[in-house]
């Protein structure tokens, strides 16, 4: 046995000193960052691999601002291969393998496919995947005959608007101006298509200059797994869809089994990064990055919705375990995430200041908008639900899905949650929310005289506050 007697910190245990500044205005600041070691971000925001926060749409958003989302695993390996795809065809300046249908599909095919991927339009192939022609929602959209084939809709071959492949960004902009059209096919000399260039992702691409993007212009995405044997064939499904990163999602990542999949998935994806985690000392960063995980994500207990310190008595409080994390990160030189207990934008910059790279978000997140599932309404407000992984419901969620049949209600009594199911206050689209964050990120770094997130490390001098300070901090003594 051995008792460890210093104190040990979180968040509200501290506040950072001010120190001299020569930063002149919050844009001054750069507040780019890796999430891993081949993988750079301009916010260090990642949204957590939770099934009430990342799906496509949070990963979507995440991506366009300049952070990236990690695609929860709690749903069949073709659904989350469907979602990183929907990510990775979001934007680009071409779509490399734009959908298309047969001469022979119908009206109502053309609708389904349109309406499953959210897309405005799909080519038509002949047999020998020569372009026949273009079918929009346009077309579509008042046909009675839904049996119909496409080909009697569309705008044939002929008097489509095409570019040649290697058109540039610019004059594929040019060409769409001109014609007044707003898609493109991108033919080769033979007839073959080999991509499609859409108004709609030049304007995107315009909109977001911060994304963060992968080197075919496409968003990058992250991907959860688990440590089973099987897991290896959900990486490979990901990993196929375009995922960017898989992180290896355990609670208690200082294991052997998370040692072994961190191993496998580098042997057998050498060109994605792999993250690994949780952990919450020293020792578990260097295990896990000797064999070979590029990033680490930190937080045992920490989150909003933890009972994993109640439940096991297991933790470590998360400033004090970022900070003996973040320094066997830096000796490595491998990033560290720092994941839960993040509530104000003001925690952020602590868990940056004491040496992560990012922080990942989870309740947080899950009242916006981009967050699955529907606000419900309670006593006239609007809420949305987040729920722990290792939650009662959550739990028969997995088994349901892993075994495919309903768990009877039986049964649940067998399951300890180490996590609850909660509700958060409806927020919103996730710009706002990562806005205010980000704000409130730029001008801490004023505060510490940090251009940039390895200037505040550097910087960064945290002092220890009563419960009186604490309360000092905190609005008092008003009527709000
Ligand atoms: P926040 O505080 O941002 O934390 O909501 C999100 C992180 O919490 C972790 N997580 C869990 N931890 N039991 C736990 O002990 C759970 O059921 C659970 N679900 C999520 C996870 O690391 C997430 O990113």
Request: hydrophobic share 45%; glycine share 10%.
């Amino acid at each position: 046995m051995k008792l460890r007697t210093e104190l040990a910190l979180t968040f509200d245990d501290v506040l950072l000193v001010p120190r001299r500044s020569s930063i002149r205005s919050r844009r001054a600041v750069n507040t780019q960052t890796q999430f891993s070691r081949r993988i750079a971000l301009s916010i260090p925001i990642v949204s957590s691999n939770m099934d009430t926060v990342t799906e496509s749409a949070m990963a979507l958003a995440m991506a366009r601002l300049g952070g990236i989302g990690v695609i929860h695993r709690f749903m069949s390996v073709e659904r989350q291969a469907a979602e990183i795809e929907r990510v990775k065809r979001a934007e680009g300046f071409m779509v490399e393998h734009p959908l298309s249908v047969p001469a022979d599909a119908s009206v109502q095919q053309a609708r389904n496919i349109l309406a499953a991927h959210n897309i405005g339009g799909l080519l038509v192939r002949g047999n020998n995947g020569e372009v026949l022609g273009l079918v929009t929602t346009r077309d579509l959209l008042f046909e009675r005959d839904a049996d119909l084939p496409v080909t009697a809709v569309m705008t044939p071959r002929e008097q489509l608007v095409t570019l040649s492949p290697g058109t540039s960004l610019d004059a594929a902009r040019e060409t769409l101006h001109r014609h007044r059209v707003e898609k493109l096919p991108v033919v080769d000399g033979t007839g073959q298509l080999q991509g499609l260039v859409t108004a709609r992702d030049i304007i995107q691409i315009e909109q977001w200059p911060d994304a963060t993007k992968d080197d075919r212009g496409r968003l990058r995405v992250a991907a959860a797994v688990g440590v089973r044997p099987s897991d290896e064939d959900r990486a490979a499904a990901c990993v196929q869809a375009g995922a960017d990163a898989l992180v290896v999602d355990i609670a208690h990542g200082h294991a052997d089994t998370a040692i072994g999949m961190i191993r496998a998935l580098k042997a057998h994806f050498p060109e994605v990064d792999v993250i690994g985690g949780n952990v919450a000392t020293a020792e578990g960063v260097r295990d896990l990055v000797e064999v070979g995980a590029d990033a680490i994500k930190v937080g045992v207990g920490a989150g909003s919705i933890c009972i994993t310190r109640l439940v096991t008595g297991f933790g470590v409080p998360q400033l004090t375990a970022l900070d003996e994390c973040a320094a066997a990160g830096h000796a490595l030189n491998i990033p560290i995430i720092a994941d839960g207990g993040i509530r104000i934008a003001g925690d952020i910059t602590k868990a940056l200041a004491v040496g992560s790279s990012t922080v990942m978000l989870g309740s947080l997140l899950a009242g916006t908008d981009e967050s699955p599932g529907a606000a419900v309404i309670r006593k006239g407000r609007r809420y949305k639900v987040v729920r722990g992984m290792a939650s009662l419901s959550a739990n028969i969620n997995r088994q349901e899905i892993d075994q495919r049949r309903e768990i009877d209600p039986e049964d649940w009594e067998r399951v300890v949650p180490e996590g609850v199911e909660a509700m958060v206050p409806a927020r919103g689209p996730v710009h706002d929310v990562v806005h205010q964050l980000v704000g409130g990120l730029r001008s801490g770094l004023s505060y510490a005289g940090a251009a940039t997130i390895e200037e505040l490390w550097a910087n960064a001098e945290f002092i220890r506050i009563t419960a009186a300070g604490r309360h000092e901090s905190e609005v008092h003594d008003v009527t709000m």
